[in-house]
């Protein structure tokens, strides 16, 4: 199919990517002029695992184009995604005029029937605004859909290539068959495509985060009341999970949720059922949770050392997630800005994203190159996100390295009683 995708961020980029894998010819368009040159050169703006390669493949191969020119790339397709940001704004809502001028341009530029998809996060109604927008600049017949999307960042070629199932939200046939012939060859596994109204297809995006946001949220309060009564999180957890109706995903404690994704939905989730007067208790909660869960951790080192002043914190991973370098709501930002206000000087090391946090924090954080040398005189380890480098460390190194062989395990993925009988004093999320 001829495809057209209009905007390369995390989402448009790999949709783009790995439909062009498929066999299909895809134009990816961005108005940013030297983003379109670099990945005309085949560098990626963003770290994912295997993209790189999926791009330049395609590129290689005539699959995959990248342009500024909106017009031409609407014209030479039949299908137009929209991919591009929907920002959080300072009322919480999805800002959608970036979504919107897109539809414009694409309603200007039409030439025949096409299927326009909002691939982008958008709350419930944005398909009838979309299709306003594009009738007023054409009288070519066109469809919008709602197609959005689930992929995990550090995952999300898997998750595209092989999905758990394709949710398509389509008022008319004819749109709904195009869309339906456009993704089976990812569902010949058995994946459902699921076809549904507008309005509904909107809503599961935010239904399925807004679920996993809060029982992170939830786990996150259970841990902190088993450090209360004396119990292991960790094997509350288990016990848990192993009920079918509630399964293992998304129950680890930790320094709380963060990225591009669940804390916009929820703040966006809670917005558009505020303006029909509808209080979304539960997300409120979910969400104060998970503000106060990021700088627990510095509660916990305060506890420890009573005073942070004049302390040196060495801090493994800085991305929201291990596999990517989005710091988007990371919890180490206000972990770190915390530690910097109680008096500490913080050294900090990641294997993705230390070019994003230099920007955040400049010369107040002392970035280093290696992950064993933030731990020179250091008065404490934080281990904030798991990185698979960060499993199985020298412990013995890192004694000798630190001034005081204290650890603050933010993920819980060390054993507290192999880091004791080193003679490491353990700190944990929930563990006893």
Same mark, same amino acid.
């Given at each position: 199919?001829?495809?057209?995708?209009?905007?390369?961020?995390?989402?448009?980029?790999?949709?783009?990517?790995?439909?062009?894998?498929?066999?299909?010819?895809?134009?990816?368009?961005?108005?940013?002029?030297?983003?379109?040159?670099?990945?005309? /050169?085949?560098?990626?703006?963003?770290?994912?695992?295997?993209?790189?390669?999926?791009?330049?493949?395609?590129?290689?191969?005539?699959?995959?184009?990248?342009?500024?020119?909106?017009?031409?790339?609407?014209?030479?397709?039949?299908?137009?995604?929209?991919?591009?940001?929907?920002?959080?704004?300072?009322?919480?809502?999805?800002?959608?005029?970036?979504?919107?001028?897109?539809?414009?341009?694409?309603?200007? #530029?039409?030439?025949?029937?096409?299927?326009?998809? !909002? @691939?982008?996060?958008?709350?419930?109604?944005? #398909?009838?605004?979309?299709?306003?927008?594009?009738?007023?600049?054409?009288?070519?017949?066109? #469809?919008?859909?709602?197609?959005?999307?689930?992929?995990?960042?550090?995952?999300? =070629?898997?998750?595209?290539?092989?999905?758990?199932?394709?949710?398509?939200?389509?008022?008319?046939?004819?749109?709904?068959?195009?869309?339906?012939?456009? *993704?089976?060859?990812?569902?010949?596994?058995?994946?459902? =495509?699921?076809?549904?109204?507008?309005?509904?297809?909107?809503?599961?995006? *935010?239904?399925?985060?807004?679920?996993?946001?809060?029982?992170?949220?939830?786990?996150?309060?259970?841990?902190?009341?088993?450090?209360?009564?004396?119990? !292991?999180?960790?094997?509350?957890? /288990?016990?848990?999970?192993?009920?079918?109706?509630?399964?293992?995903?998304?129950?680890?404690?930790?320094?709380?949720?963060?990225?591009?994704?669940?804390? @916009?939905?929820?703040?966006?989730?809670?917005?558009?059922?505020?303006?029909?007067?509808?209080?979304?208790?539960?997300?409120?909660?979910?969400?104060?949770?998970?503000?106060?869960?990021?700088?627990?951790?510095?509660?916990?080192?305060?506890?420890?050392?009573?005073?942070?002043?004049?302390?040196? =914190?060495?801090?493994?991973?800085?991305?929201?997630?291990?596999?990517?370098?989005?710091? /988007?709501?990371?919890?180490?930002?206000?972990?770190?800005?915390?530690?910097?206000?109680?008096?500490?000087?913080?050294?900090?090391?990641?294997?993705?994203?230390?070019?994003?946090?230099?920007?955040?924090?400049?010369?107040?954080?002392?970035?280093?190159?290696? #992950?064993?040398?933030?731990?020179?005189?250091?008065?404490?380890?934080?281990?904030?996100?798991?990185?698979?480098?960060?499993?199985?460390?020298?412990?013995?190194?890192?004694?000798?390295?630190?001034?005081?062989?204290?650890?603050?395990?933010?993920?819980?993925? *060390?054993?507290?009683?192999?880091?004791?009988?080193?003679?490491?004093?353990?700190?944990?999320?929930?563990?006893?």
């Amino acid at each position: 199919m001829k495809i057209a995708v209009v905007g390369t961020g995390y989402v448009g980029l790999v949709a783009g990517a790995c439909l062009a894998e498929n066999g299909n010819d895809v134009i990816c368009v961005d108005k940013d002029a030297a983003k379109v040159r670099a990945l005309q /050169r085949g560098r990626i703006p963003i770290y994912e695992p295997g993209l790189e390669e999926m791009v330049r493949r395609n590129r290689a191969e005539k699959r995959l184009a990248f342009t500024t020119d909106l017009p031409k790339g609407v014209r030479s397709s039949q299908i137009v995604f929209i991919a591009v940001g929907t920002p959080t704004g300072e009322d919480g809502s999805a800002d959608l005029r970036h979504v919107l001028e897109v539809a414009r341009q694409i309603g200007k #530029s039409m030439n025949g029937y096409k299927v326009v998809v !909002d @691939k982008s996060t958008v709350p419930v109604g944005t #398909s009838e605004k979309v299709r306003a927008v594009i009738q007023k600049e054409t009288s070519h017949p066109f #469809s919008v859909v709602s197609n959005p999307e689930f992929l995990k960042q550090g995952a999300a =070629i898997e998750d595209f290539m092989k999905p758990d199932r394709v949710v398509i939200g389509a008022e008319d046939q004819r749109a709904g068959q195009i869309m339906k012939e456009l *993704y089976a060859p990812f569902t010949r596994t058995g994946a459902p =495509i699921m076809m549904m109204d507008c309005a509904s297809a909107e809503l599961c995006k *935010y239904a399925a985060n807004a679920m996993l946001a809060t029982r992170i949220s939830f786990m996150n309060e259970v841990a902190n009341v088993c450090e209360l009564v004396g119990a !292991d999180v960790d094997q509350v957890r /288990r016990g848990v999970a192993s009920d079918r109706r509630i399964g293992a995903a998304f129950l680890f404690p930790g320094v709380g949720y963060g990225g591009s994704c669940f804390p @916009k939905d929820v703040k966006a989730m809670m917005k558009f059922a505020s303006a029909k007067s509808y209080e979304f208790e539960i997300l409120r909660a979910v969400e104060n949770v998970n503000e106060r869960q990021k700088v627990r951790l510095v509660a916990k080192m305060k506890q420890h050392f009573g005073s942070l002043a004049g302390k040196r =914190i060495g801090i493994w991973g800085l991305a929201f997630k291990p596999k990517t370098d989005d710091m /988007r709501e990371a919890p180490v930002v206000p972990l770190i800005q915390a530690l910097l206000d109680a008096g500490a000087s913080v050294a900090a090391f990641d294997p993705e994203a230390m070019k994003i946090a230099r920007g955040i924090f400049g010369n107040r954080v002392d970035f280093k190159e290696k #992950s064993y040398e933030v731990l020179a005189g250091a008065d404490a380890l934080v281990l904030v996100t798991e990185w698979n480098e960060f499993r199985e460390p020298d412990w013995t190194r890192i004694k000798k390295l630190m001034k005081t062989p204290v650890v603050f395990d933010g993920r819980n993925i *060390y054993n507290p009683d192999h880091l004791r009988g080193l003679g490491f004093t353990y700190h944990a999320m929930g563990r006893r």
